[in-house]
C-alpha cells in the first residue's frame, strides 16, 4: 500500500469513528448485560498476582551471565572543566572492571531531545560524556564498572577530580529579568492573545492581580531509575524501565550510529513513571561502558543519583490578573509567568493551559515565558503545566469570589464557556458543572462558612476549599496493534505499550474481551517489548484511548478476515462486516440470532491454529475537531494549628468528569495517586537547589517529603461516567487529572481556616506563622 493509500485508509477510519456525523463506537452505547459485559467492571490487575508473588521483573532484576554492575560519579561544580581526573586508585580497587570518562568514551552523537522529532526520547540534546566540560551540578564525571554493586561504589570513592569553575546563571530571581517569550509551548503559541486585556482588567468592577511561585520537584517513583544491558555482537540488548519504548529505540539508534532494528528493549513493568522514565544518561553510559568492557552492565541508579541525573519539574512565577463585571462574568483574564529551563531541553512546563479552555473571557492575555539556568535539564511530570497553573488560576479565581461576595462554584457556573475560549472548537463532552454539583452534594460544600477563621475546635482550624482539575485529552499517532485469534478459544493483544502500574494490560483486555466477544479470562495483553507492533508512549494520559485506537482498527481487519475465511459453509456465508456483530465467541448477524458462528469453528473447519490481523490506529484527528479536556472539581477540607501552623488534610474528595470509566477499580486509584501527588505539591514536595552552587540539597526521601500516609486523609472520588462520544471507547485520559487543582483546593480550604493567602508552594508552617 502507498503512503497516499495508508493515509487515505485511516482518514477514512478516523471520519468513521470520530466526526461529529458519524456515530460513536458501537462499544459505549452497548448494553452492559451480556456475559461478556466487562467494559465498566472492576476487574483486578491481571498483572496482580505476578506482583504481590514477586514474579513480576523488573528491569534492574534481569538475570545475565558476567554482569558488572554500574555506579557514577557526579559533578561538584555547575558549570566549567575537568581539570583533573585521577582514576588510578578506583581502577586498581578490588573488583573493579573498567572506569569510562569522557577520555575513552567512545564518540556518540548527542541524543534527539524529546518534542525534537516525534520519534525522538532524549530528555536533553547535551551530549554525553564526550568532553571536559561541565554542564551542571551532578552531571555524570566517571563510570565504574565492578563485579558487584558494593565494589563499584567504594571505587567511585577513589577517584579524584579538580575542575575550573566558569560563572554560572543560579538564580532564578536574577534570570526571569531576561526571559524570553517562548514562540511554541508543546506546539502550541507561546501567547494567547484576545482584545486587550490589560485594558479590560483596568475598566472592570472587580479585580485581582496576583503572584503565584511554585518550586522544583523532583522524581521520586517507588522504583528508580535502573536499566540492564548488552551487547551480543552488533546487535543490543535493553531492559529498562521506559515509558517510550519506540521512541528510545530510535534515539539509541542515533546516539550509537547502529540500525533501530539491532535494538530490542524490554520494559514490561515499570515502578512507576509520572513523565521521569525517559532517556537519561544512564541508559547511555551503561551501554557504552558495556561496549567498551565486553560485558553485560546493571546500572540501578542510587535515589541520590535519581535527583542528580533525572530531571524533574522545573519552578514558575505566575501572574493571574482577573478583571470581573457585576453580574460575575469575566472581562479579563491574564495568566503570565515564566519558567526555568536548561539550554538542552524543551520542556516549558505549560503552566497557562488550564486558562487556555476553561473559563469564558472578553479580553485575555496568556503568554509563557522562559530562562535558561546552568541545571539538570527539567522534564515532564504528572501534568506538567496544568499541575502548578492550576494552582495559580483557582487560587486567583477564589480571591475573586471573595471580592465579589460570591461562592466560589457559582462564580465558576457564571464563566461557564459554552465552546472553547481560544479555539472557538465545541467541546467534545463536558460536565464540569455536574462534577461540581454533585462533588458538592456530596463533600457536604454547603456547610462551608465563607467567613474565613469561623470554624475552631481547641488549637485546630477548621477550612474548606474547592478547585476546578483539567488535563487536555491527547491521542499520539502511529500506534499499530495485532489482534490473533486461536482454535483452543484464547486470544491476544500485542502492542509495545507501557504498564507503569496504572493497569493497561487490564482496561485493554476488558475493552477487547467487549469488543471481540471474549471473556476476559481468555486474552492476553503482550506488551513492553519493541518486537510487538508499534506502541505509543506512556504519557500525556493518553495511552488507553492510543491503545484502543490502534485494537479497534485491528478488530475491523479481523472480522472481514473472519468472515473470508468462514466462506460459504457458514451460516454467516454472503455478510458483509458491517452486517455482523462480535458476540458469544464468535461473529453472528446483527438481528438473526441463528446466523452465528463461533471462532473456534470458522477456524476448525478451515484448518487453521491461528488467526492474526494488524492495523495502524487512525490519525487523532478528532483533536482537530473538538476542544477534548478531562474535568474535575476538587473540593479540601483541611485543619490548620492555630499554635505550630502545621496543617493536616482531614478530608478530600475528587469529582471527575473523564468520559466513560473503563474500570473502577483502576481508575480510583490513578485519581487517589494524583490527588495524593497533589497533596505532596501543596505541602511538602520542594527540591531545595543551592542557587550558590547549583547543587541540589535534598537528595534523598528523607529530605524530599513525599506524603507519607499518615499525611493522606481519606480520599472520596466520583465521577459522571458520562462517554465522550468523540475518543476511542469514549474514555478520555485519567492519568494526571488527579494532581491538578488539588494544590489550590487545599489552598483556598487554608485560606478559610485561617484568613491567610499563601502564593507560594509548598504551604509549610512557617509560611503560615506570624
Ligand atoms: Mo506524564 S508527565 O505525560 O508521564
Not at 540492564?228 to 515509558?243: M, R, S
Not at 546516539?255 to 515502578?271: N, W
Not at 476476559?520 to 493518553?542: M, N, Q, R
Amino acid at each position: 500500500m502507498s503512503v497516499t493509500d495508508t493515509i487515505k485508509q485511516a482518514v477514512t477510519s478516523a471520519v468513521v469513528h470520530f466526526s461529529p456525523e458519524a456515530p460513536p463506537d458501537p462499544l459505549i452505547a452497548k448494553p452492559r448485560t451480556g456475559q461478556y459485559g466487562a467494559v465498566g467492571t472492576s476487574l483486578p490487575r491481571v498483572d496482580g498476582p505476578r506482583k504481590v508473588q514477586g514474579q513480576a521483573r523488573f528491569a534492574a532484576e534481569v538475570p545475565v551471565e558476567a554482569m558488572t554492575y554500574a555506579a557514577l560519579l557526579h559533578a561538584s561544580i555547575p558549570r566549567g572543566r575537568i581539570d583533573s581526573l585521577d582514576t588510578s586508585a578506583a581502577e586498581a580497587a578490588p573488583g573493579v572492571v573498567f572506569v569510562m570518562t569522557h577520555r575513552n568514551a567512545p564518540k556518540l552523537a548527542p541524543p534527539a531531545a524529546f518534542l525534537s522529532d516525534p520519534r525522538a526520547a532524549g530528555a536533553s540534546s547535551l551530549p554525553v560524556m564526550q568532553d571536559a566540560s561541565i554542564h551542571w551540578n551532578g552531571e555524570p564525571v566517571a563510570v565504574i564498572l565492578a563485579e558487584t554493586q558494593e565494589q563499584a561504589d567504594h571505587a567511585k570513592s577513589l577517584i579524584r577530580v579538580s575542575y575550573t569553575a566558569e560563572p554560572a546563571s543560579l538564580n532564578f530571581a536574577e534570570a526571569v529579568q531576561h526571559s524570553r517569550r517562548l514562540d511554541t509551548v508543546m506546539r502550541e503559541p507561546g501567547l494567547v492573545e484576545i482584545g486587550d486585556a490589560e485594558q479590560a482588567l483596568a475598566g472592570s468592577a472587580f479585580a485581582v492581580d496576583r503572584v503565584y511561585n511554585t518550586p522544583r520537584h523532583s522524581h521520586a517513583a517507588i522504583e528508580p531509575h535502573a536499566a540492564t544491558v548488552w551487547w551480543e555482537g552488533e546487535d543490543l540488548v535493553v531492559h529498562d524501565t521506559t515509558q517510550m519504548l519506540h521512541q528510545e529505540r530510535w534515539t539509541l539508534a542515533g546516539i550509537f550510529g547502529i540500525d533501530e532494528e539491532r535494538i530490542r528493549i524490554f520494559s514490561p513493568f515499570v515502578g512507576g513513571g509520572f513523565g521521569g522514565k525517559g532517556l537519561w544518561g544512564h541508559q547511555i553510559l551503561a551501554i557504552a561502558a558495556s561496549r567498551l568492557a565486553g560485558r553485560p552492565v546493571r546500572v540501578a541508579l542510587s535515589r541520590e543519583s535519581v535527583f542528580r541525573i533525572a530531571g524533574g519539574r522545573t519552578l514558575t512565577q505566575q501572574r493571574v490578573a482577573l478583571g470581573a463585571n457585576a453580574d460575575g462574568t469575566l472581562a479579563a483574564l491574564i495568566h503570565t509567568g515564566t519558567v526555568a529551563m536548561s539550554a538542552h531541553n524543551n520542556c516549558p512546563e505549560q503552566f497557562t493551559f488550564p486558562a487556555r479552555h476553561l473559563y469564558a473571557a472578553s479580553a485575555m492575555r496568556l503568554e509563557q515565558r522562559a530562562t535558561d539556568l546552568d541545571m539538570l535539564a527539567n522534564t515532564f511530570m504528572r501534568a506538567p503545566g496544568e499541575s502548578v497553573g492550576t494552582f495559580a488560576l483557582e487560587c486567583a479565581l477564589d480571591e475573586l469570589a471573595e471580592a465579589m461576595g460570591l461562592d466560589p462554584i457559582e462564580l465558576r457556573r457564571r464563566m461557564e464557556p459554552d465552546k472553547d475560549p481560544t479555539s472557538g472548537r465545541a467541546f467534545s463532552s463536558r460536565h464540569l458543572l455536574k462534577a461540581f454539583a454533585d462533588g458538592a452534594e456530596r463533600f457536604g460544600w454547603s456547610k462551608r462558612n465563607p467567613t474565613p477563621r469561623t470554624r475552631r475546635e481547641g488549637e485546630w482550624l477548621i477550612g474548606m476549599g474547592v478547585a476546578t482539575g483539567t488535563y487536555p485529552y491527547y491521542r499520539m499517532p502511529g500506534g499499530e496493534a495485532r489482534l490473533i485469534l486461536r482454535r483452543d478459544g484464547t486470544a491476544s493483544i500485542q502492542m509495545a505499550s507501557h504498564e507503569m502500574g496504572m493497569g493497561t494490560a487490564t482496561v485493554q483486555i476488558q475493552a477487547t474481551a467487549e469488543r471481540l466477544g471474549l471473556s476476559v479470562e481468555k486474552i492476553a495483553f503482550e506488551y513492553g517489548d519493541t518486537a510487538l507492533p508499534h506502541g505509543t508512549l506512556a504519557g500525556g494520559s493518553s495511552q488507553t484511548a492510543s491503545i484502543a485506537a490502534a485494537v479497534t482498527a485491528a478488530s475491523h481487519v479481523l472480522i472481514a478476515d473472519l468472515l473470508k475465511l468462514a466462506g460459504n459453509d457458514s451460516p454467516l456465508a454472503g455478510l458483509k462486516a458491517d452486517e455482523v456483530e462480535a458476540r458469544d465467541g464468535g461473529l453472528g448477524h446483527r438481528e438473526q440470532a441463528d446466523r452465528f458462528e463461533s471462532y473456534v469453528s470458522i477456524l476448525a473447519r478451515a484448518g487453521r491454529d491461528e488467526i492474526a490481523a494488524e492495523a495502524a490506529a487512525p490519525p487523532p484527528l478528532e483533536v482537530m475537531q473538538f476542544s477534548m479536556h478531562s474535568f474535575a472539581a476538587q473540593f479540601a477540607e483541611v485543619r490548620v494549628n492555630a499554635v505550630t501552623g502545621e496543617t493536616r488534610v482531614s478530608r478530600f474528595l475528587g469529582s471527575f468528569d473523564c468520559g466513560r470509566i473503563i474500570n473502577p477499580r483502576t481508575a480510583s486509584s490513578q485519581f487517589r495517586g494524583g490527588i495524593i501527588m497533589g497533596l505532596g505539591l501543596a505541602l511538602t514536595e520542594e527540591t531545595q537547589f543551592d542557587e550558590r552552587t547549583g547543587r541540589i540539597m535534598n537528595p534523598s526521601l528523607a529530605e524530599y517529603h513525599v506524603p507519607v500516609h499518615l499525611d493522606v486523609p481519606e480520599i472520596d472520588v466520583i465521577w459522571t461516567d458520562i462517554p465522550d462520544p468523540h475518543a476511542p471507547l469514549g474514555a478520555r485520559g485519567i492519568g494526571e487529572i488527579g494532581i491538578t487543582g488539588v494544590g489550590a483546593a487545599v489552598a483556598n480550604a487554608i485560606y478559610n481556616a485561617t484568613g491567610t493567602r499563601v502564593r507560594d508552594l509548598p504551604i509549610t508552617l512557617d509560611k503560615l506563622l506570624g
